[in-house]
């Protein structure tokens, strides 16, 4: 039997809870992991190494993106593999993937599913799974989440993206693969590993979390105008057919700013900041899904 190990973010839900959890794991043989409940996402990473520690061959964690995130970093060049409860108000990674939303499926990949290894980005030293930006997009998804978004759905993100553009552009630098992409003013800068943001906009259709790749994106529009187009593009999943957004792939990008400025990975803002070293790391991580 297969010694798992459950992480729950013990402030996010899903369906019937961690008791329901408990009960689909017992009902297949796994009623007594090792179990630990933190209420921060920034105690996920200990938990993981005290699982590792004791022998898990398996990690469950019950959370959001920025739990899930912390598992991808803790976890990253492991052959322990990940497997996720999506319990979280986000979960992008899962989304991408095909990971269920309900508590009886999400066990059953989990336990039963198909291990797939994928790739990871890493910026500044630290690992995410879905993408990174710097920019515009951190304060539009933070933004667009709530009641504006459930009313206006996916133009909540041009909405909020446009209200936004006179604080959020500056000057960038952006090398690919240790050549000269962009440079110039910019909105925003985009590097995925996977292709879909919130409120399924597919940002990156093109995008792989296999192939060794990431994505990048640089948004360039300078006016109310021009935004709300590059926005709507990207919202309506043609983001590459708009003149306000350029689009390459690479392994290797470094990106300066004229300024420091907060950058987010998987949702979760950073710390101020003018460098971004963001690589990729192929076959970083293994994860359960269907």
Request: proline content about 4%; overall charge positive; some cysteine.
């Amino acid at each position: 039997m297969t010694h798992i190990a459950v992480i729950a973010h013990e402030g996010k839900s899903l369906g019937g809870g961690l008791d329901e959890l408990r009960t689909e794991l017992a009902a297949r043989g796994q009623s007594s992991p090792m179990w630990f409940q933190v209420p921060k996402s920034k105690l996920v990473p200990k938990a993981v190494r005290k699982a590792l520690k004791g022998g898990a061959e398996l990690i469950i964690i019950w959370g959001g993106d920025g739990s899930v995130q912390r598992c991808l970093d803790t976890l990253a060049g492991s052959s322990v593999p990940l497997a996720i409860l999506p319990a979280g108000t986000r979960n992008l990674f899962a989304t991408n993937l095909g990971i269920p939303k309900s508590v009886p499926e999400a066990v059953d990949a989990a336990l039963n599913g198909f291990e797939r290894t994928i790739d990871l980005g890493r910026v500044n030293g630290e690992h995410f799974g879905t993408m990174m930006g710097i920019g515009l997009d951190a304060d539009m998804i933070k933004d667009a989440d709530g009641g504006l978004k459930d009313a206006l759905g996916r133009l909540a993100y041009v909405w909020t993206g446009a209200r936004s553009i006179n604080s959020s552009r500056f000057e960038a630098r952006v090398d690919v693969d240790d050549k000269r992409y962009f440079k110039g003013a910019a909105g925003c800068v985009l590097v995925a590993n996977m292709g879909q943001l919130t409120g399924g906009i597919e940002a990156f259709p093109d995008a792989r979390p296999d192939d060794g790749l990431l994505d990048v994106g640089v948004i360039t529009a300078d006016s109310l105008l021009d935004w709300s187009r590059a926005l709507t593009s990207t919202a309506l999943g043609k983001a590459a057919s708009s003149p306000f957004v350029e689009i390459t792939r690479g392994k290797r990008i470094d990106i300066r700013t004229d300024r420091r400025l907060l950058y987010e990975i998987d949702g979760g803002e950073r710390e101020k900041t003018k460098k971004l070293k963001v690589r990729a790391k192929a076959g970083a991580i293994r994860i359960k899904v269907p």
